[in-house]
């Protein structure tokens, strides 16, 4: 087994008793193992969890200083035997003064100690009555000695190569800082930060929290590790609730209920792998960063782990997979992220229109999906330009493979929409074409579907030509992806409305604006497309006149196509992990060797029919991916996927 990239860690809230030292490390030491058993890489610890918070002037009592160092090497001696790492607080003296700090430790060693950076000075939390700031003792102690051992202190980051973890700590306010320390760890390295903290409850302080944690991923394009303290703090003035959170780049990965009165403890796999990735794609990481004068700031130390860091998909793996990473799939974001992806298309076409000073465009309608969602996109930007939609010249061009059920898919849709409807069969013409050519017309090959696809094409300019105006192209982000087109057929037109879209959006795009948009007629019309099998219909029906060519049956679902695209460009991800990821999201729907063999044709086509996406027109990109030669996507259309098929096959 590997890990894919995949790092499990931890968030605990421990039972405690305020003082009471010898309590706080046995719980401690009980969810450390529990973690470690549960195959954790490392565990985070709430703020001073060795003493409890909310000690007050105790921390002034030499009894209990002397206590919380030497609970922590009792710690030590307890959890020599685990290779979890693990953050945990406790109060320190130093040069005759008194410092908030974090221990990061492993198999009965301390790899170091971070001491707190920003001290809040409220009424409730004056802990500056007791604690120094870190930041002046952290420019000239790199080193303490604890018991008479050496221990790395200061500003420091903890690195293993092997996984590429790079781990940083902050401490509980340092997040609520202008800059907080995670962004100049981030910015040194740190692709995981672990932040103790010991925030009271206060009515909505917990959803500001979240956010607070949810933004400085984001900010920091990290893995974030919140550890709050636990209901059994002091409740003299006010009240905690062991708030866990475990957060990637901006998304909440695991969240504790708040309030337990148990040990609290939540695991989430952190992808750093996909972080490292997301460093890479966004340049304007690090871009002002001095570099090499801020990381003298920070001393690496280096840890490793005796076991094997691995992920079991069917024990171990607890990370949710969306399968549609394209589609929302927060239902209060839906009708808002549907919203905005309409007017992106609308607003791209009407700025074409108004540049061109086009008061007409064409498009084919084949009652299809992609053909309906351009038709409604081009609806709605000649309502916005107010331009009579009359002047739309939609064409519907049946073909050897139209069915009965599109056909009228395709008028009733044109009717509803009050669009200007022609209907030219393309038989005749196609026909005459293959007798030009030698084409036998009983041999239903490559040449018999893409001259239909070119005949279509050519109609639709001509009519641009005749009446000035631009042909619309229907093709989707997934049809391009796997050079589901023909070359300088369906492939080409003037203006690309869903080129940024994928397939699995298409269909969840048409039926939003059949719910949200358009009237009781359209809406009609809409879910009976959105119920058609997908199809480019160049082949005969069969003999009950139903689709025969069915696209899915060939190159492969497109929900796994999407899937696949996603993770391929988006993070550069190899076929193996995207493997793994797969088998996870899809394990109910379909057999991994199934999973398995549309991904090998994925990235044979996706490397083979580069030369269509090369000669790409112009479109508006809506999300994260875009395979415009022009930007985002620059690829050589002679590329091998050799190395990348073999990455499968090697499984």
């Known amino acids: 087994m590997e890990n894919f990239g995949f790092i499990k860690v931890a968030s605990a809230s421990p039972k405690l008793k305020v003082a009471n030292t010898d309590y706080n490390i046995y719980e401690i030491e009980k969810m ?32 209990l200083l002397e206590k919380a160092k030497s609970a922590l090497f009792e710690l030590l001696d307890k959890t020599k035997d685990l290779d979890i790492l693990a953050v945990v607080g406790l109060p320190l003296s130093i040069d005759s003064r008194l410092y908030n700090c974090a221990a990061a430790i492993q198999r009965g060693r301390i790899l170091g100690v971070v001491p707190k950076m920003f001290l809040p000075n409220y009424k409730e939390f004056y802990e500056k009555r007791w604690f120094t700031s870190g930041h002046e003792i952290s420019k000239v102690v790199s080193e303490i000695k604890l018991y008479g051992r050496p ?64 933004q400085q991923s984001a900010r920091c394009i990290s893995g974030y590790i919140y550890a709050g303290a636990n209901v059994y703090e002091s409740t003299t003035d006010l009240v905690f ?102 007017n992106i298309q609308t607003t791209g076409l009407a700025r074409r229109l108004e540049h061109t000073g086009s008061k007409r465009v064409v498009l084919g309608i084949s009652g299809g999906l992609d053909s309906t969602l351009a038709l409604l996109v081009t609806a709605k930007a000649f309502d916005l330009l107010d331009i009579p939609r009359k002047n739309i010249e939609a064409v519907t061009m049946p073909g050897f493979g139209t069915t009965d059920m599109t056909y009228q898919n395709a008028l009733e849709l044109m009717k509803s929409l009050d669009v200007n409807i ?10 005459q074409h293959m007798k030009d050519i030698g084409q036998d017309p ?20 001509d009519i641009a030509n005749k009446v000035k105006g631009l042909v619309v192209g229907t093709g989707d982000l997934s049809e391009l992806a796997l050079g589901w087109a023909t070359y300088n057929g369906d492939h080409m037109s003037m203006y690309g409305v869903n080129c940024g879209v994928p ?43 139903h689709i025969r060519q069915k696209t899915e049956d060939e190159v492969g679902p497109y929900e796994l196509h999407d899937f696949f695209l996603f993770y391929a460009v988006r993070y550069g991800m190899r076929p193996k992990k995207i493997l793994f990821l797969a088998n996870v999201a899809f394990k109910d729907r379909y057999r991994p060797d199934v999973i398995k063999k549309w991904l090998k044709n994925f990235y044979r086509r996706f490397f083979s029919q580069q030369f269509k996406r090369s000669a790409l027109p112009d479109g508006p990109k809506v999300g994260s991916i875009s395979l415009s030669p022009r930007g985002d996507w620059r690829m050589p259309s002679d590329a091998d996927s050799s190395i990348w098929v073999k990455d499968l096959e090697d499984i």
């Open 32 to 63: 450390m193992r529990e973690a470690d058993e549960k195959g954790a890489a490392i565990i985070v610890f709430p703020e001073l969890c060795i003493t409890a918070y909310t000690c007050n002037d105790l921390f002034l009592q030499r009894k």
């Open 422 to 431: 022609r209907e030219i069969d393309i038989k005749p013409a196609c026909l």
């Open 241 to 342: 609730g062991s708030h866990c959170l475990i957060a990637e780049n901006g998304i909440i990965l695991a969240e504790s209920k708040r309030f337990s009165r148990k040990n609290t403890v939540i695991f989430a796999e952190i992808d750093v792998d996909r972080l490292l990735a997301e460093r890479q794609y966004n340049k304007s990481f690090a871009d002002d960063y001095d570099m090499e004068t801020d990381r003298r700031k920070y001393r690496f130390v280096e840890f490793d782990f005796n076991r094997k860091i691995s992920i079991d998909t069917a024990a171990d793996f607890v990370r949710k997979i969306d399968p549609y990473p394209f589609v929302p799939e927060d239902p209060a974001t839906v009708s808002t992220r549907c919203e905005e992806i309409f």
């Open 503 to 545: 397939k699995t959006l298409v269909r969840f795009l048409v039926k939003w604006v059949a719910d949200n948009v358009v009237e009781e007629s359209t809406k009609k019309v809409l879910y009976r497309v959105i119920d058609t099998p997908i199809s480019p219909e160049l082949l005969p029906p069969d003999e009950q006149g």
């Open 151 to 214: 221990v790395p202190f200061g500003h420091l980051i903890f690195r293993n190569e092997e996984y590429d973890i790079t781990l940083g700590i902050e401490i509980c306010e340092d997040l609520w800082a202008v800059i907080p320390p995670s962004s100049y760890l981030a910015l040194s390295g740190a692709n995981v930060i672990a932040n103790l903290s010991a925030s009271n409850e206060l009515v909505a302080k917990a959803e500001y929290r979240r956010k607070l944690v949810e």
């Open 442 to 461: 009983h041999v239903h090959d490559v040449t018999y579907e893409n001259l239909q696809a070119r005949e279509r094409t050519q109609i639709l300019m």
